[in-house]
Each structure stands twice: as C-alpha cells, then as structure tokens.
C-alpha cells in the first residue's frame, strides 16, 4: 500500500543514506545502481511511484535515463540529485521535465517535503484527469480498478457491447459501480463525443416523469412555461442511462417501449412524433425479472431492455481488487482533503479484507474518506474505520456516556442470529448498566447509516421498519442520512 521510491545512484552509501530517509516516512525503498537498472525496475511493472535519480553515473547517465523515464513512463515523477556545481545540468533536467532537483548533500527534512508535495501533485493531477474525463464522458474501462477475475468479465462484455448500439441493463447491488461501468461504456463506445444525460428514475416527480424524459411544448399543461426538450432529445446521438429503471411509474413503462422500438418520442402537447438517435444503457439493484412475474414491470420492456445484461458483482466476490480501491481513494481524499495519508498499517488492510462490505465499493469510498478525515498520523489505523474495527479514537466517546471499547474486530453478517461480538453498538456502558434504549437505537440506526451507505431502503429493510418510520427516527435522533452517502 505505502508508495515506492525507486533511488536510483551508483554510490551505495548514498542509497542508504537516501534509503534511511524514505524509510522513515514509511516509504517502500526500491534500488537501483545505474540508468539501465532503474530502467529495468520501471519496465517490469514494479510498481515505481516516485524516482530518485542521480544525475552523474557512469554508463547511461541520469539525463538520458531521465530522458528514457518520461518517455516510457511519463506519469511516475522524477527528483534529480546533483553535486555541487552541477546547476546547469540541474536546469536541463528541469526543462526535460523532473519534478524538482536537489544540491547534495540532501537534507532529510527537504527531501521529506519534496516527496510529499511531487506525490501531491501526482494526486492532485490524478484526481483532475478523473474529473474532467467525467465530465467529457471519456472515462472508460481503464479507469476503473478491476483486475480481479470476476470483474474481468465485466470489462470485457461492456467493451465488446460498447462497439454496439445494442442496449445495455447492468445489473448489481447497490454500491457496485453500475454507473461507472455505464461511464466507462458510453465512453468506450463511438458515441463517447456526445452526450451521456442520466436519469434517475427512482427520483422523479410522478407528475413530471413523461415531460422530464420526453419534453414538452410550451403551454402543454399548466406550468409549462417554455418548451422543454427532455432528457431524450438531450441525449440525442448520444446514451441516455436510465438509472434505477425499475422505479419507472407503468404508463411510462409503455411510452418508452414505444421509444425503443420505433426510435421516437411524443413529447407532451406535440403535434407530431420526434425521431431520437440515443443509444439506451439502463441499470437496476432490483431483481426485474422478479418484478416481471408480480408484474410491476412490463415484460415487453425486460426483453427490450435486457438484450445485453452485464452482472456487476458484489464487493465481496472481487476482493482481489481491494487493495487498489483503497489506494486510489485514499489519493482521492488527499487530493480533496490536502491530506498526506500514505497507505492502511497491514493489520488495517487485513480488518478490511475481513469485512463483508454490504454496501459494496460505495461503502469503501466512504469508509476511506471517514477514515482519512479521522486519521491522525500518516497511514489509516483501525481506529480510522470505526464502523468496522469497532474500535473507536478517543474523541468519539460519548460525554455522559462514556462506551465500553471493543478492540476485537468484527466482520459484521446481516442476517442471522445476533452475536455476542456486536461491534459498535453497544448494550452496556463500562459500568455495565444496560444503556437506554433510545440510545441504543440512536447507535444502531447511526451504525446502520455507514454500513448501508446511507441507502435509506436497504437499511430499512434490514432494521424491519417503513422508510418513513426510518426518516422520522432519522430526524428525531439528529442524524445525518446523507453524511455518509458521498458522489
Ligand atoms: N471498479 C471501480 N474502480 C474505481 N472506483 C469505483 C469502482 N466501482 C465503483 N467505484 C466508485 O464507487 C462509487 C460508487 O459507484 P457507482 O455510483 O457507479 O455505483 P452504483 O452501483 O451505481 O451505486 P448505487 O446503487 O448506489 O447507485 C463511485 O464513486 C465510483 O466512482
Ligand atoms: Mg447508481
């Protein structure tokens, strides 16, 4: 997890005396003693994420290893080093695009500094490329951190439908990365220069479901000021994704069977049809063909829908690709947060592969964030993830009540029978007075909210209650519902 600095010098003693340095801000130290060697190190994938670099070397020389490194890997930041009187070298290396340069002998504290503020430019860039790829709708699969074999599969179905117009339902649990894989499609596919417009089916107003999707002319019903082109013809040559389609309203249901099949739309109060060229990727956490068979959804609509499904799989089936989801939020969060975190402690990174993560990648983000806003020193500790250590800092302990600490970590089951491990919430204070029980709900329905990802109907689901009976306790308790729902 901590990052790697290739030093790369042909004096062993300044490699240790360098290495000493990296060490101690719990950097992993790779060496290299010449230009050939360090370009070895780069070129086997070893993971490089800062260079070193002396500039004077017998062999190749650190201007043209320089000059090598940007070409083959231009994103790994390199920090030359140069002896007295080598200014001019130093300038040269500079224009040749080193991320900063050092006289030696180096001082340790100036190093430190230097490797913070290139890894923090590196993350700060990483975090902006993301962003406007976002926003241009050029994300694509290699965006995404999947390596691990089950989402291998995803990564090659959503390539081979993006050369398609076909339509796409991805399927998975709440928290997976639908959208991201929706993202990565439209930006995969030849449409990626248009537009890619979401809805969110599960949040429009009823009312203005039809005017929201299709538009309307201006006068069509009361309140319609102007004329309003819907989301369709927004999209058009573009993808529209109709993001938790199952929440779609019946007569609905129809009109947009109507769009698929003939490629036009009636906008409301139009005279005539509008032909649309979307490309249609839909996404769903319900079980549709459940939903067919009771018959809230249409089943014309399914077929339509789900000729190209892609499965996104838990979380928990791809735990391969944890690691690397923990260290790109964590460059996530330092970027946004100006945080210099460099990685999880081992015993941290194995609390986390124990967990059973019911809210899926969404739930790590959050976890990750909570964690880095907590953390107190340089790499995120049990403590950071009370939700799921159960382990909690000092600050957090209530006032009046002041909680036992349970330091077992516990990997928290939905169902099944309560056991005596339970994690955060507790049932007794450290006198071991049974706690009031509206404190222990407070908790419950707190440790619910990180848990689930603040998804309000999942978590009332698990508790046994109505939503509304869960925004109501929500609001009486003082809780924050969103504080934990993040993107
Ligand atoms: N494979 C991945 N690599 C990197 N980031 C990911 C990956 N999968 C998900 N994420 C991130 O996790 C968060 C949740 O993903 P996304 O919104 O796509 O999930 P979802 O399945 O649509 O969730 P929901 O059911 O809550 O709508 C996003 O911030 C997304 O960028
Ligand atoms: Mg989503």
């Given at each position: 997890m901590a990052k790697t600095i290739l030093i790369v010098d042909d004096d062993p003693t300044q490699r240790r005396l360098l290495q000493a340095v990296v060490e101690k801000q719990n950097f992993i130290a790779a060496h290299a003693d010449s230009g050939e060697a360090a370009l070895d190190a780069l070129g086997n994938g070893g993971n490089i994420d800062i260079i070193l670099l002396d500039l004077v070397m017998p062999g190749m020389g650190g201007m043209k290893a320089l000059a090598e490194m940007k070409a083959r890997a231009p994103h790994v930041p390199v920090i030359v080093l140069t002896g007295q009187g080598g200014i001019d070298t130093v300038v040269k290396a500079m224009q040749a695009g080193a991320a900063d340069f050092f006289v030696k002998p180096v001082s340790p504290e100036r190093l430190t500094v230097s490797l913070r503020n290139v890894m923090k430019v590196g993350e700060l860039q990483g975090e902006v490329v993301r962003l406007r790829k976002t926003a241009s709708g050029a994300l694509c699969f290699g965006d995404m951190i999947a390596d691990a074999p089950a989402m291998r599969q995803v990564v090659r179905l959503g390539e081979r439908g993006a050369k398609s117009n076909i339509p796409i339902l991805v399927l998975g649990d709440s928290g997976v990365g639908k959208e991201l894989v929706a993202q990565a499609i439209h930006g995969a596919s030849a449409r990626s220069g248009k537009p890619m417009i979401t809805v969110n089916c599960g949040a429009l107003p009823e009312n203005l479901v039809e005017s929201i999707l299709f538009g309307h002319e201006k006068g069509a019903f009361t309140g319609a000021i102007d004329k309003h082109m819907g989301k369709f013809r927004e999209a058009n040559g573009g993808t529209l994704f109709l993001d938790e389609v199952g929440d779609l309203p019946q007569d609905i249901q129809v009109k947009l069977l109507r769009a698929l099949q003939e490629g036009e739309i009636d906008p409301v109060g139009a005279k005539r049809s509008v032909k649309v060229d979307v490309r249609i990727i839909s996404a769903t956490n319900r079980d549709l063909a459940e939903d067919v068979a009771t018959g809230k959804f249409r089943e014309d609509l399914f077929y339509r829908l789900n000729v190209f499904p892609i499965d996104v799989p838990p979380l928990q089936d791809r735990m391969e690709d944890l690691p690397e989801l923990v260290r790109h939020?964590?460059?996530?969060?330092?970027?946004?947060?100006?945080?210099?975190?460099?990685?999880?402690?081992?015993?941290?990174?194995?609390?986390?592969?124990?967990?059973?993560?019911?809210?899926?990648?969404?739930?790590?983000?959050?976890?990750?964030?909570?964690?880095?806003?907590?953390?107190?020193?340089?790499?995120?500790?049990?403590?950071?993830?009370?939700?799921?250590?159960?382990?909690?800092?000092?600050?957090?302990?209530?006032?009046?009540?002041?909680?036992?600490?349970?330091?077992?970590?516990?990997?928290?089951?939905?169902?099944?029978?309560?056991?005596?491990?339970?994690?955060?919430?507790?049932?007794?204070?450290?006198?071991?007075?049974?706690?009031?029980?509206?404190?222990?709900?407070?908790?419950?329905?707190?440790?619910?909210?990180?848990?689930?990802?603040?998804?309000?109907?999942?978590?009332?689901r698990r508790l046994g209650i109505g939503r509304s009976t869960l925004y109501r306790k929500v609001r009486e308790h003082d809780l924050d519902a969103k504080a934990s729902k993040t993107g």
């Open positions: 939020f964590i460059g996530r969060f330092n970027a946004q947060e100006g945080m210099h975190i460099t990685g999880v402690t081992a015993q941290t990174m194995s609390l986390l592969k124990g967990f059973n993560w019911p809210g899926n990648v969404r739930q790590l983000e959050n976890a990750v964030f909570r964690a880095v806003i907590l953390c107190e020193g340089t790499e995120l500790e049990a403590q950071d993830f009370p939700h799921i250590s159960g382990v909690t800092r000092d600050i957090e302990a209530d006032d009046d009540e002041e909680l036992a600490l349970v330091v077992e970590p516990v990997a928290a089951q939905p169902d099944g029978p309560a056991s005596d491990r339970d994690g955060p919430v507790h049932i007794t204070n450290t006198a071991g007075h049974i706690r009031a029980l509206e404190a222990i709900e407070r908790d419950l329905i707190e440790f619910a909210i990180g848990a689930y990802a603040g998804h309000m109907s999942e978590i009332a």
